[in-house]
Each structure stands twice: as structure tokens, then as C-alpha cells.
């Protein structure tokens, strides 16, 4: 990206949980002139420097590549998790809507595109060390949100092959909380009528231990400081695993509420959760469950070295304050992450 002030970013998912993040942090860069945030409603949120446009990436009609005019990045964030039910869905929103995103950066001249991969693109691999971006990006091709991301992996290969003059970044990074997606990640994951103020350390007889269940975590505010960095670096180029320390298992979150891990295997747990699924009474299905058992630990070297990235917030840290909005009914001023206690 040019030095000079002025700079266009046009970010799509602009009002979701890394959307809100990023689009606040460019607004706050002097060296950037317009934020274009793209989304399906547009919000009453103002910030400085940033004008909106109401987009539906699923929708054929819609004219990305005149909105891309004249940017200098765009940054792809737009996500659909829901409908589990209907992965025919998503596959629009997210692959379909995608691939427009990438023909439309293509045929307006954007010279970067910042993509939103994530650690759900990678094969299974090991809890006990970490992988690098090297790691395959086949997904784990019963679960629609891995399918997915894998499949992107495979169309942005094409893409680079077609277009070496575009700046392709991937960011692959692990679960991402703060405080104001907790009433938005509520409903994603655990439904509607999930209350939010349920999730008291009191409350739980014990903590589930499944078998393989050791995952990454960081604060969405540092993904979108790496977001950043990828903006306005012209070297980098590729993928970059983002994640905070330490990873996530039965004995730290049992340390972090005060409950007693019990061994509970992994049969039992898919078991209750394809239960609760099927009967339509939790939103994550149960081949999320299998992926997220299987995804490896990251290395996140490259960031550190080549972007001059770094978690300001330990794993421990962003589940505390998660946790604190899950229980306040946190939220923030787009209708994505609209704040709610119950329902």
C-alpha cells in the first residue's frame, strides 16, 4: 500500500465480530483515507473516515467490482456459519460469494487482497507440537465450515497462479473472541435461548474433558492488528497463523472457572451434541465437533518474524474476558453483534 495518506481499504463482513475490529483500526490509521465497509445491513456505527454499503456476497447481482474501484486493499472478512442445517447455503455465501470477492479484486485492479482463511482450513495434525503454514489446508471435509475454507485455500492457488501482480495475504487464524461478540458467538454456536448469564463457574458440576479437545485462542483486536499489518506491508505475501499462548485445554479452562475436569470420551460428547443438533436445539453440529478435535496446534513464527506480529493478550486472558461479556450479554452497535442476554 502507498505511504501516502488517502489510502481506500474496502473490508466485506465489515459489521461481524473481526470486521468490527478491523474497520475501527484502519479508521484510527492516519495513513489510510477511506474505509468502504461492505455488509448485508448497514449500521448506525460511525466511525471516522469509514462510509458504508449494503452487500449480499450471495447475491449474483451484487456490483463488487465498481465498489473496489480505486482501492488499494480489499480485506475479506464475510462469513456465514448458520445454516448448519443447510450447507447448500453457506456454500453461496461463503465459497460462491468468495469467488465473486476474487474475480471483483481482479477485474477492478486492487493490487492486495487480505483473505480470511483460518486454522479450520488445515488437515488434521498434532495437540503435542506446533505446525507451520506449511501444514496441508484439506479441511476436514465432514464439517461444511472446514470444507469451506479448504475449498477457498484451492480457488486463492488459482487465483495467485493467474493474477502474480495481486498481493495475496491468508490469514489463518485460531477461535477468535472479545467482550462484544459474546452475544453474537451465543447464538452462533450455542442458540438462541442459550442464557448467556448460565455461564457461571457455579453452575457447572464439571468440565467436560474430551480426548483431543486442545485448541488456540486470541483476542479479535490482535487479529485485526495482524489484518493491519498485512494492509499495509507491500512484502507480505502468503499465509500467516495467528494464535495466542497458551493453548486451550480441560485442565486451563478448569483452572480459569474453578471446576473439576472429568474424563468424558470423545463417543459420549459427539453423541450428546449430534442429539442437540438434530433436535435443532444447539447450532454447532457435531462435525465441528469432530474437526475441532483434530485441528493441529500453529506456529505462529512467520507472523512474529515476517510481520512484526504478537499477541498483546494470553489465551487465559481473552476467555476471561469473554466470559465476562457472555455473562453481561455483550454486544456492540451492528446488527450481527447486537448485544442480548437471553433469546
Known amino acids: 500500500m502507498s505511504s501516502a495518506t488517502g489510502s481506500k481499504i474496502v473490508i466485506t463482513g465489515a459489521t461481524g465480530n473481526v470486521g468490527t475490529s478491523v474497520v475501527r483500526l484502519l479508521s484510527e490509521d492516519p495513513e489510510v ?19 458504508w454499503a449494503a452487500v449480499d456476497l450471495a447475491s449474483e447481482q451484487s456490483d463488487l467490482t465498481s465498489h473496489f474501484a480505486d482501492a488499494d486493499a480489499v480485506v475479506h472478512l464475510a462469513w456465514a456459519f448458520q445454516p448448519t442445517h443447510d450447507p447448500a447455503t ?20 486492487v493490487p492486495a487482497l487480505v483473505h480470511a482463511s483460518s486454522v479450520g482450513a488445515y488437515s488434521p495434525g498434532p495437540k503435542n507440537h506446533a505446525v507451520d503454514e506449511s501444514w496441508p489446508t484439506h479441511g476436514w ?16 492457488d488459482t487465483f495467485e497462479r493467474d493474477h502474480p501482480g495481486i498481493r495475496v495475504v491468508r490469514m489463518r487464524p485460531a477461535f477468535l473472541f472479545k467482550r462484544e461478540s459474546a452475544s453474537e ?37 490482535d487479529a485485526a492488528r495482524a489484518y493491519r499489518l498485512a494492509v499495509r506491508s507491500a512484502d507480505a505475501r502468503g499465509a500467516f497463523n495467528l494464535a495466542a499462548e497458551p493453548p486451550v485445554d480441560a485442565e486451563l479452562l ?22 442437540a443438533w438434530g433436535m435443532r436445539l444447539l447450532p454447532a453440529s457435531p462435525h465441528l465437533f469432530d474437526a475441532v478435535l483434530r485441528l493441529p ?24 474476558e469473554f466470559l ?20
Open 33 to 51: 483515507g477511506t474505509v468502504l465497509g461492505l455488509a448485508r445491513r448497514i449500521p448506525d456505527w460511525s466511525p471516522a473516515k469509514t462510509e
Open 90 to 109: 453457506t456454500w453461496r455465501t461463503n465459497v460462491l460469494g468468495s469467488i465473486r470477492v476474487f474475480e471483483a479484486v481482479a477485474a477492478a485492479g
Open 141 to 156: 471435509p465432514d464439517a461444511a465450515y472446514c470444507r469451506e475454507k479448504a475449498y477457498l485455500e484451492r480457488a486463492l
Open 297 to 320: 496446534v500453529m506456529d505462529c513464527t512467520r507472523a512474529r518474524v515476517e510481520l512484526g506480529w504478537g499477541a498483546t493478550r494470553t489465551a487465559t486472558e481473552v476467555l476471561e
Open 254 to 275: 478448569g483452572e480459569l472457572l474453578g471446576v473439576r475436569p472429568v474424563r468424558l470420551p470423545r463417543a459420549a460428547a459427539r453423541s450428546a451434541i449430534a442429539a
Open 185 to 221: 458467538q451465543r447464538r452462533i454456536f450455542g442458540g438462541r435461548f442459550l442464557p448467556g448469564p448460565a455461564a457461571r463457574p457455579e453452575l457447572l458440576p464439571f468440565l467436560p474433558d474430551v480426548p483431543g479437545l486442545r485448541v488456540q485462542a486470541l483476542h479479535t483486536d
Open 324 to 343: 465476562r461479556g457472555l455473562r453481561q450479554g455483550a454486544g456492540a452497535d451492528t446488527e450481527p453483534m447486537r448485544g442480548r442476554k437471553v433469546g
